[in-house]
């Protein structure tokens, strides 16, 4: 199947800092990348569907201030998270569409583990 | 908007027995349906999707059905293994929505 790298695995970071994550699909271009947060032993949570060139769109509740997503190739997008602070600790990870127009496959990142101290 | 109900939310099985994991839908314009494995700290992997002009799908020991009318779906995994221990998401999209939404997942224990 299609990789996708994701990086960093794991960051931990200050209160009140920025931290970028970078979603990238090695071997197809992705026209359309999503980010989730999983919470332990919990399901995905969709955050945002990023399109390459656009803005990207976010669930409901999800802070577009807060996650700032930028797709600017069609092999790139990241998600920045704007003076995180304890509660944004969690497990985020990203994926990318594949497939033909019914087939919504999506092929995940590794996903970033971060703490905010 | 779509929401998809996934039980049970543990299943233990012995080795060498099937195991079943069942899905629900709403949106009956829903017409794909993928099924994840995530091992622990590891990224979710497509392990088999069906779309919903098709009511059964068969890969070795997974395999996945589809009942449109009662918007239900399962995976059935027959001679389990230890590996096969993980948690298993489905997932229901729609081809206009582009997203996936996942159910709450089902932590599969395979018991040697």
């Known amino acids: 199947g299609a990789v996708v790298s994701q990086h960093p695995s794991w960051v931990i970071c200050k209160s009140g800092t920025s931290v970028k994550i970078e979603c990238r699909s090695l071997?197809?271009?992705?026209?359309?990348m999503f980010w989730y947060r999983q919470f332990p032993k919990q399901s995905l949570m969709l955050m945002a569907t990023s399109n390459e060139g656009s803005k990207a769109t976010y669930e409901q509740g999800v802070e577009k201030d807060k996650f700032l997503i930028n797709h600017a190739s069609l092999t790139l997008s990241t998600l920045t998270v704007t003076s995180a602070h304890p509660e944004d600790s969690s497990f985020y990870i990203c994926s990318a569409k594949a497939g033909d127009e019914i087939k919504n496959i999506q092929y995940f990142g590794a996903g970033t583990r971060l703490s905010v101290l | 908007g779509e929401n998809v109900e996934q039980h049970p939310s543990t299943l233990s099985v012995q080795e060498g027995d099937s195991a079943v994991i069942k899905c629900t839908y709403s949106?009956?314009?829903?017409?794909?349906f993928p099924w994840y494995k995530q091992e622990l700290g590891k990224r979710p992997q497509l392990i088999i999707d069906i779309r919903s002009n098709v009511g059964e799908k068969k890969d070795q020991r997974i395999a996945v059905t589809l009942n449109k009318t009662a918007k239900h779906f399962s995976l059935h995994i027959t001679e389990t293994q230890p590996e096969d221990s993980a948690v298993y998401f489905c997932a229901a999209s729609n081809s206009g929505a582009q997203k996936l939404v996942f159910g709450q997942g089902t932590r599969l224990t395979i018991n040697p």
């Open positions: 071997d197809f271009q992705a026209t359309t």
């Open positions: 949106d009956s314009a829903s017409n794909y």
